[in-house]
Nanobody
Framework: VQLQASGGGLVQAGGSLRLSCAAS????????MGWFRQTPGKEREFVAT????????YYGDSVKGRFTISRDDAKSTVDLQMNSLKPEDTAVYYC?????????????????????WGQGTLVTVSS
């Protein structure tokens, strides 16, 4: 499975960015998808996840109400719309594919819930 993230860049505080992740190599629609982020010296942090069905989403507390995750199974993509960006949102953002097909349990929020990872895209928010 290959995941390719794109859409990162430099934006001023209060602005918006939309990240996209294209998946290939397995049945995309069977798995939960997620976004994480990481800054130097810190652990990778959960940002958002979306159910394989597209009918459930869950967000980290720091982005709740500002970020929206969505998926398009026809295109095998998962997007992260980021609004009202803050300097503390600056990080490398990673998309990831879950390991449990048709997951009906708890939301995948841990690193260990995900089997495949993209290469990351840098988001820089200036103050």
């Amino acid at each position: 499975v290959q995941l390719q993230a794109s859409g990162g860049g430099l934006v001023q505080a209060g602005g918006s960015l939309r990240l996209s992740c294209a998946a290939s190599g397995r049945t995309f629609s069977m798995y939960d998808m997620g976004w994480f982020r990481q800054t130097p010296g810190k652990e990778r942090e959960f940002v958002a996840t979306i159910r394989w069905s597209g009918r459930g989403t869950y967000y980290g507390d720091s982005v709740k109400g500002r970020f929206t995750i969505s998926r398009d199974d026809a295109k095998s993509t998962v997007d992260l719309q980021m609004n009202s960006l803050k300097p503390e949102d600056t990080a490398v953002y990673y998309c990831a594919a879950g390991s449990r097909p048709y997951n009906r349990g708890t939301y995948d929020t841990s690193l260990s819930d995900y089997k495949y990872w993209g290469q990351g895209t840098l988001v820089t928010v200036s103050s």
